[in-house]
């Protein structure tokens, strides 16, 4: 066969040993050819390649980012032109067809494989793979790109402490995730933060202020990490601006500062914000995003091999499933109240 694949969305750490693996053993164990698209759904959308043999994979275990670009393009997106529904369908298959590519590995998040779902109830012969640092995609523990994205933003905590306590200051933390807290829960409860605000949970300003002053009576500075889609009870969320993407998403952002102006307000004490941003996503794949992301990758070619189409990889405990791709993408996979209850013990 003749396999397509492509990454879209965000880019993480472990995009690129996915395609090493997808192709170090799809070549030699089952014969197949591998070719690129560049930049997500835009490649497929305009027949858009690149080769990806074994020599074009070589090395990229550690690297970041990803070799074949990405982007937010939708082929379902509103038509400008009609102000209507594109569905872009009929133009992919008839693109797969005068490439010459049977079948399609797509390495995305919940819009990337909610788009690679549609196409597959279609007719389009496609299997997946979950990438995203918010570790939001419901069917699997984990994604490709959470586990470096928390190291990250752990360490990034961890020197914090050290400037917070020297000048007496608040600090806040602002970290990725839309709308899912699990960024700002596992590298907050790992970095010793003393209050974590997620999107599942809309916080009291009141009781952030009485976390603050718990810490600053015990002579410590007080970090706050908290979650870009966090917001205030009776609030809404704070937005860098209200322009929307192709998935109908608008950026996020901002809570941050919007949280550090109300404590100074109330308080009298210093607060400054730290956006870790675009950080998250950058640089080396921990040991694990490279573990999980080819363990994906091998098992994804082997459902191409097995036919399983309209399936995605997921990891459940240690194993290695095929789940739909419906499972996946009908919702967001958020935080557990109980797993929140655990790092509320440590607020304050």
């Not at 997500?40 to 980012?65: C, K, N, Q, T």
């Not at 982007?71 to 872009?88: H, V």
């Not at 700002?184 to 809309?202: K, M, S, T, V």
Request: hydrophobic share 40%; charged share 25%.
């Amino acid at each position: 066969m003749r396999i397509g694949v492509l990454t879209g969305g965000g880019d993480c750490p472990g995009l690129n040993a996915v395609l090493r693996a997808i192709v170090r053993k799809g070549v030699p164990a089952y014969g197949h050819e591998f070719v690129g698209f560049r930049d997500g759904w835009r490649g497929v959308l305009e027949a858009d390649v690149r080769p990806l043999g074994i020599p074009d994979v070589r090395g990229l275990l550690p690297r970041g980012g990803t070799v074949l670009g990405s982007s937010r393009t939708n082929p379902f997106a509103m038509n400008s032109a009609t102000d209507g529904p594109s569905d872009g369908t009929a133009r992919i298959r008839q693109n797969l067809d005068e490439l010459g590519v049977d079948a399609l590995v797509a390495i995305g998040g919940e819009d990337t494989l909610g788009v690679a779902a549609r196409l597959h109830e279609a007719g389009v012969r496609v299997v997946g793979v979950p990438k995203t640092i918010d570790n939001d995609l419901g069917g699997t523990d984990y994604t490709i790109g959470f586990d470096t994205a928390v190291a990250i933003a752990t360490e990034a905590i961890d020197r914090l402490h050290t400037t917070a306590e020297s000048h007496h200051r608040v600090l806040i933390v602002e970290v990725m995730g839309r709308h899912a807290g699990w960024i700002a829960l596992h590298a907050g409860l790992a970095g010793g933060a003393n209050g974590i605000l997620i999107p599942e949970r809309p916080f009291s300003v009141g009781r952030v202020q009485e976390f603050v002053e718990s810490r600053f009576r015990d002579r410590y500075a007080s970090i706050i990490v908290v979650s870009e889609g966090a917001t205030p009870e009776g609030g809404a969320e704070v937005l860098q601006s209200g322009r929307k993407d192709a998935f109908g998403h608008a950026r996020l952002g901002g809570v941050g500062d919007w949280l550090a102006s109300r404590i100074e307000e109330r308080s009298g004490r210093e607060a400054r914000t730290t956006v870790l941003g675009h950080v998250q996503r950058g640089g080396t794949p921990t040991a694990r995003d490279r573990w999980l992301a080819t363990r994906f990758g091998l098992h994804a070619i082997d459902a191409v091999q097995a036919g399983e189409w309209g399936m995605m990889t997921a990891l459940r405990g240690t194993d290695i499933l095929m789940v739909p791709l419906g499972e996946a993408t009908k919702e967001i996979k958020t935080v557990d109240p109980a797993l929140y209850a655990e790092a509320e013990v440590f607020f304050g």
